[in-house]
């Protein structure tokens, strides 16, 4: 079987293990990405946290653009990709205009072209949030524990302010 390859920054070592289950289509999952951006930043860098994205290829229509761009992401090289991520969630509204849009982001504005491993690795994300109970997105477990937060109503700033909590409970 074929290893699957997450976007994992920080240490292997970390104590604090965050998994965020999100889409690059998605509004919420925008919101949870910026805070978790800011908030897991410093924690990672004194190597207390390690968190791994797992983009959830969802087939709802709004979300399948998200999907596509997913699959040009190099997850082998990801403070690159992570760098693209936060382009591709601040352009959102402007690349989710249509497929051809989101392609031509990628392959001419990033010099990107589509991963095979992309299709393992979303067979993976979609057994795996199956076993979980996983049916929407953003969705966050902080050490195995899911992070509560109300993705549909929490701005950035309530978000920042809840994952610190909960990443000082466990430190």
């Known amino acids: 079987m074929t290893e699957i390859n997450y976007l994992t920054i920080g240490s292997e070592s970390a104590p604090i293990k965050v998994e965020s289950f999100i889409n690059l289509a998605c509004p919420?999952?925008?919101n949870f990405f910026f805070a978790a951006d800011t908030v897991l930043k410093p924690f990672i860098d004194q190597g207390k946290v390690q968190h791994t994205i797992k983009h959830f290829d969802k087939t709802k229509?709004?979300?399948?653009?998200?999907?596509?761009?997913?699959?040009?992401?190099?997850?082998q090289r990801p403070e690159e990709t992570l760098d693209i991520i936060r382009e591709l969630y601040q352009t959102q509204a402007q690349w989710k205009v249509s497929f051809s849009t989101i392609e031509a982001k990628m392959e001419e504005e990033y010099n990107l072209t589509p991963h095979k491993e992309a299709d393992d690795r979303s067979?993976?994300?979609?057994?795996?949030?199956?076993?979980?109970?996983?049916?929407g997105i953003?969705?966050?477990?902080?050490?195995?524990?899911?992070?509560?937060?109300?993705?549909?109503?929490?701005?950035?700033?309530t978000i920042e302010s809840k994952l610190t909590k909960q990443l000082n409970?466990?430190?």
């Open 28 to 30: 919420y999952c925008k």
């Open 123 to 135: 067979l993976a994300i979609h057994e795996e949030a199956f076993e979980r109970g996983i049916k």
């Open 61 to 75: 229509q709004g979300l399948l653009k998200g999907t596509i761009a997913n699959i040009y992401l190099n997850y």
């Open 138 to 157: 953003p969705t966050v477990f902080i050490n195995g524990n899911l992070f509560e937060f109300n993705p549909l109503e929490d701005q950035q700033e």
């Open 169 to 171: 409970h466990f430190i």
